[in-house]
């Protein structure tokens, strides 16, 4: 009875290194885990001991005799990997990194940004008995993407939170939320008042299309999309026009997937989830029944994981369709266009919403006056070059989709960091091994860029905390000013309404106090003076005793 993992997992190898025969890969170390859309258990090696499933943080492995119909095909494609990679040597895995032992409060690091990138280097340099950490974010709430990216009907991965609050608390860890640098402290405060500074802040913004009419109203990014319905403070009063009947997604990336779903979802089910309520409020009211998510190239070329589609097929009240197939294309290309293929055959159910792939389209204009109408594309067809690389090329058809809502989603975007280097043309912080010079580091996406997946964070600050002790024990970092006690004026200011973590767990205790009356994980707070005003009611944290010597008279 082999396990088997169901879906995008979080990659963060909690599984691997839980398995008592090596029969889980890629694993980290190996060529491909980087990239990988999931990890796969080795049906033929696996010893049915459940050791994956009880240390998989997401849920994501379960007996194959536990699978439901729409997981099955996940059975197939675990075993289908070892067809292909039978990784016939296992070498035992060796993922503790040297520990460093130092005095207690030796090392004083600052990581910006409480996302995933930031809690795992948060954990990576608190294995180190002798290092302090603190974790700053601009929002009052930490989780990053996982509480503000991972959509509602995903709630198993947003399970990956309960690593980070087992990372909150372990000694040396300390939250400053609320706080941003660039407005509240400078980059050089916090230099001056630690040894070294970790920036892990994500990419906040999206890629533009570049078109016309791209900023009429009703032509929005789907990453703010993303953060309104998942409750980002940021877009708690934002409002959208759900008075359509059918919507544009362009872009066929897991995120765009995302925005369908959530789109053509049943609003009772969304209820059952941590959606925010105005969200779920303008679900319940929408009129949009059709959702397109449009791609410049091909089925094969899609951006899509596979295991992200295996999910959406598996959806039991909504039409998936697909358009634009190319001539020529054998449907047993891969396992995706395999699928894609089964989906083009499937006959749509009359009055069902629906999910529309349609490939082989590049949006030229976003048509309107005072709001979008319409979108209009250039029809494509595939060449390869001489080099073998696929191009989508215009045949110089057009069509016009009638839509009054364009939902952008082809990437995220990094900003500069203030007192950075970038570059432009990445959306990065140059760097080595994550050192961008001693003392200063980057970790996540303005590490690498928009890629991987949650747990792919996990190596990526690895390989950064190396680089930042490999500096601290040849000598490269700069100790705090004398006398600053790691808070000098400028940052006690900036701390002094600063939520820390009594405050962020008073928010998560009400949040899922809230939930629990109403059915649901949570009820999230949305707004921003709300959320400070429930943190100030965190008890105080209690106070440690002074432990005094005993001085024995004689």
């Given at each position: 009875m082999p396990y088997v993992v169901t879906r995008s997992c979080c990659a963060d190898a909690s599984c691997v290194l839980?398995?008592?025969?090596?029969?889980?890969?890629?694993?980290?170390?190996?060529?491909?885990?980087?990239?990988?859309?999931?990890?796969?258990?080795?049906?033929?090696?696996?010893?049915?001991?459940?050791?994956?499933?009880?240390?998989?943080?997401?849920?994501?492995?379960?007996p194959h005799t536990r699978l439901t119909a729409g997981e099955r095909p996940f059975l197939d494609l675990n075993a289908a990997y070892y067809d292909d990679d039978p990784h016939a040597v296992r070498t035992p895995l060796a993922l503790v990194p040297r520990q460093r032992r130092l005095s207690d409060g030796e090392l004083r690091v600052a990581v910006v940004g409480a996302g995933p990138a930031g809690l795992f280097a948060a954990d990576e340099l608190l294995k180190h008995p002798g290092v302090g950490v603190t974790v700053l974010d601009r929002l009052p709430t930490p989780y990053g993407l996982a509480r503000a990216g991972v959509a509602p009907d995903h709630q198993d991965t947003k399970q990956v939170t309960r690593l980070f609050e087992a990372i909150e608390g372990q000694p040396g860890f300390s939250y400053r939320l609320g706080v941003e640098v660039g407005r509240d402290l400078r980059h050089e405060d916090l230099l001056r008042t630690h040894h070294a500074v970790v920036y892990a802040v994500g990419a906040a913004t999206?890629?533009?299309?570049?078109?016309?009419?791209?900023?009429?109203?009703?032509?929005?990014?789907?990453?703010?999309?993303?953060?309104w319905y998942n409750g980002h403070p940021d877009h708690g009063a934002t409002t959208y026009a759900l008075d359509c009947e059918r919507a544009v997604v362009v872009g066929n990336g897991n995120v765009a997937l995302d925005v369908a779903r959530v789109l053509t979802a049943d609003p009772a089910a969304l209820g059952r989830t941590d959606i925010a309520d105005g969200a779920l409020e303008a679900l319940r009211g929408s009129r949009v029944r059709e959702v397109v998510v449009l791609g410049r190239r091909g089925p094969a070329e899609a951006s899509f994981t596979l295991p992200?589609?295996?999910?959406?097929?598996?959806?039991?009240?909504?039409?998936?369709?697909?358009?634009?197939?190319?001539e020529g294309l054998a449907e047993d290309t891969s396992a995706k266009t395999a699928l894609l293929a089964e989906l083009a055959a499937r006959t749509p159910v009359p009055g069902r919403r629906r999910i529309v792939l349609r490939f082989l389209a590049t949006p030229t204009r976003v048509l309107g006056g005072e709001r979008v109408s319409g979108l209009e594309v250039a029809r494509t067809e595939l060449?390869?070059?001489?080099?073998?690389?696929?191009?989508?090329?215009?045949?110089?058809?057009?069509?016009?989709?009638?839509?009054?809502?364009?939902?952008?989603?082809?990437?995220?975007?990094?900003?500069?960091?203030?007192g950075l280097p970038f570059d432009g043309a990445?959306?990065?912080?140059?760097?080595?091994?994550?050192?961008?010079?001693?003392?200063?580091?980057?970790?996540?996406?303005?590490?690498?860029?928009?890629?991987?997946?949650?747990?792919?964070?996990?190596?990526?600050?690895?390989?950064?905390?190396?680089?930042?002790?490999?500096?601290?024990?040849?000598?490269?970092?700069?100790?705090?000013?004398?006398?600053?006690?790691?808070?000098d004026a400028t940052v006690a200011t900036a701390y002094a309404d600063a939520v820390g973590l009594d405050g962020w767990q008073a928010i998560d205790r009400a949040e899922r106090a809230a939930g629990a009356l109403r059915g649901r994980p949570r009820v999230k707070i949305t707004d921003r003076e709300a959320l400070l005003a429930t943190a100030r009611q965190a008890p105080p944290a209690p106070r440690r005793r002074l432990l005094l010597p005993v001085v024995r008279r004689s």
């Amino acid at each position: 009875m082999p396990y088997v993992v169901t879906r995008s997992c979080c990659a963060d190898a909690s599984c691997v290194l839980a398995c008592p025969v090596n029969c889980i890969h890629p694993a980290p170390g190996e060529p491909g885990f980087a990239e990988a859309e999931m990890l796969y258990v080795d049906p033929r090696a696996c010893v049915d001991c459940g050791a994956c499933a009880t240390a998989c943080p997401v849920d994501a492995l379960k007996p194959h005799t536990r699978l439901t119909a729409g997981e099955r095909p996940f059975l197939d494609l675990n075993a289908a990997y070892y067809d292909d990679d039978p990784h016939a040597v296992r070498t035992p895995l060796a993922l503790v990194p040297r520990q460093r032992r130092l005095s207690d409060g030796e090392l004083r690091v600052a990581v910006v940004g409480a996302g995933p990138a930031g809690l795992f280097a948060a954990d990576e340099l608190l294995k180190h008995p002798g290092v302090g950490v603190t974790v700053l974010d601009r929002l009052p709430t930490p989780y990053g993407l996982a509480r503000a990216g991972v959509a509602p009907d995903h709630q198993d991965t947003k399970q990956v939170t309960r690593l980070f609050e087992a990372i909150e608390g372990q000694p040396g860890f300390s939250y400053r939320l609320g706080v941003e640098v660039g407005r509240d402290l400078r980059h050089e405060d916090l230099l001056r008042t630690h040894h070294a500074v970790v920036y892990a802040v994500g990419a906040a913004t999206d890629r533009r299309l570049g078109i016309d009419g791209e900023d009429l109203p009703g032509s929005v990014a789907a990453t703010d999309f993303v953060a309104w319905y998942n409750g980002h403070p940021d877009h708690g009063a934002t409002t959208y026009a759900l008075d359509c009947e059918r919507a544009v997604v362009v872009g066929n990336g897991n995120v765009a997937l995302d925005v369908a779903r959530v789109l053509t979802a049943d609003p009772a089910a969304l209820g059952r989830t941590d959606i925010a309520d105005g969200a779920l409020e303008a679900l319940r009211g929408s009129r949009v029944r059709e959702v397109v998510v449009l791609g410049r190239r091909g089925p094969a070329e899609a951006s899509f994981t596979l295991p992200e589609l295996l999910a959406l097929a598996a959806l039991d009240d909504i039409d998936v369709v697909v358009e634009g197939w190319p001539e020529g294309l054998a449907e047993d290309t891969s396992a995706k266009t395999a699928l894609l293929a089964e989906l083009a055959a499937r006959t749509p159910v009359p009055g069902r919403r629906r999910i529309v792939l349609r490939f082989l389209a590049t949006p030229t204009r976003v048509l309107g006056g005072e709001r979008v109408s319409g979108l209009e594309v250039a029809r494509t067809e595939l060449r390869t070059d001489a080099d073998g690389t696929v191009r989508a090329v215009p045949t110089g058809a057009t069509d016009v989709i009638e839509t009054s809502l364009v939902l952008r989603s082809v990437g995220y975007r990094a900003r500069p960091v203030p007192g950075l280097p970038f570059d432009g043309a990445t959306g990065t912080v140059p760097h080595e091994r994550g050192r961008v010079e001693p003392g200063v580091y980057v970790a996540g996406w303005i590490k690498r860029g928009p890629s991987g997946f949650i747990g792919t964070n996990k190596s990526c600050a690895e390989e950064t905390v190396e680089a930042l002790l490999d500096d601290f024990e040849a000598g490269l970092l700069t100790a705090p000013a004398a006398g600053t006690g790691g808070a000098d004026a400028t940052v006690a200011t900036a701390y002094a309404d600063a939520v820390g973590l009594d405050g962020w767990q008073a928010i998560d205790r009400a949040e899922r106090a809230a939930g629990a009356l109403r059915g649901r994980p949570r009820v999230k707070i949305t707004d921003r003076e709300a959320l400070l005003a429930t943190a100030r009611q965190a008890p105080p944290a209690p106070r440690r005793r002074l432990l005094l010597p005993v001085v024995r008279r004689s």
